[in-house]
């Protein structure tokens, strides 16, 4: 259990969440207001360190060990804090906070921060070596390959390093797109007036699509951070600990995110939704999607996009998801959108009812894939590589963080089965 000294300390607020709102909505620039909010978070560390580094806050059990730490608090991560109810929180504030408090412009940088848009445009095209180097690879190499073989340190130059990384990553995963599924198209410069996702969205090719640019804003935003413990979050960080510039950080944990139980779930879920929206045909109703549910489950499946490691209500991302879908005419009558929501409302029943599944909830990935096939984006494999463009936005924020805060190099104790039971008895 917490120390009462110590729950006391975490429940201070913290002068960066209390600054949160009026920095976004300031004109100061993002330097400005690291150098600002970095000093208190320093000195926040030191009393942690100083007042209650012997203080425990929970117990490590063998599950612990052998589970792959899931659960287990050891892990430092200023940016996002996951709930298990409420679910993901940015600086304390949760998904409905953030749509309330930040701001939106008219326009191109809707969402973002004119100044830091310009800059990431600035910044985003790629070196010419790069270029030669990700055209002369094959097409037949899967897309995150191709995204991972493309891309006290002072947080400062850390900081630059990042958003170098950031503002280059959408003309990177634009160009292996084009190379990969589209060589016939050509290659746009960057429009320097256009934010990160504008622009991502127009070298992709489909900058006359608004929606699947105002999705995408969205789904970058909601994907961008997800705590630290993930597989792609916390690899970037472990390799970051070394000292490795955020480069190579990034290069690990897109590798990390290749892998099929990490970033590869909305595909499964549109490949699932597909298959039954085959099966069933037009009559998409309740009683055929529950017998297509209990069909996949008694075949030994799990029914994609639905449970979560850590969630144990519906995921907030998949609950935003869902708004933007009701507020667009054209997603409320789409086929495969319809399927979505009618799954929705009878999955959790029978989950509960099978019995074997700890949150019979949606996730985000049981829409988010589905409304890229809705508007046109329909190559699979190149799903997780959108994910890698969101995902740095978290995982790199934290390496600016850890060069900020000193923080050292990871190395848990690990135990071998034998050593594990000499441990317990």
Known sequence: ?????????????SPFSRALPVRWAS????RETLKEVIPPKQEQLKRLKSEHGQAVVGDVKVENIIGGMRGLKAMLWEASVL????????????????????PAAPGANRGTVPELSRELAEKGELPAFVEKLIDSLPKTLHPMTQLGIGKSEYWTHTLEDCLNLIARLPALAARIYRNVYRPENPLLPLDKNLDLVGNYTRLLGYGDNHNLTEY???YIALHGDH???NASAHTAHLVGSTLSDPYISYSAA?????????????????RWQLAMQKEIGNDVSHENIKDYLWKTLKSGQVVPGYGHGVLRNPDPRFIALQEFCQSRPELKASPIIELVNKTYEVAPGVLKEHGKTKNPYPNVDATSGCVLYHYGLTEFKYYTVIFGVSRALG???????????????ERPKSYSMD?????IR
């Open 1 to 13: 259990m917490l120390s009462r000294s110590l729950q006391k300390t975490l429940s201070r607020k």
């Open 27 to 30: 004109s100061k620039s993002l």
């Open 83 to 102: 709930d298990p109810n409420e679910g993901i929180r940015f600086h304390g504030l949760s998904i409905p906070d953030c749509q309330k408090v930040l």
């Open 216 to 218: 995408l804003r969205l």
């Open 227 to 229: 705590e630290g413990g």
């Open 254 to 270: 897109l590798f990390a995110l290749a892998g099929p139980l990490h970033g590869l779930a909305n595909q499964e879920v549109l």
């Open 395 to 409: 995982a790199l924020t934290q390496l600016v963080w850890a060069r900020a805060l000193g923080l050292p190099l």
């Open 419 to 423: 050593a594990l039971e000499k441990l």
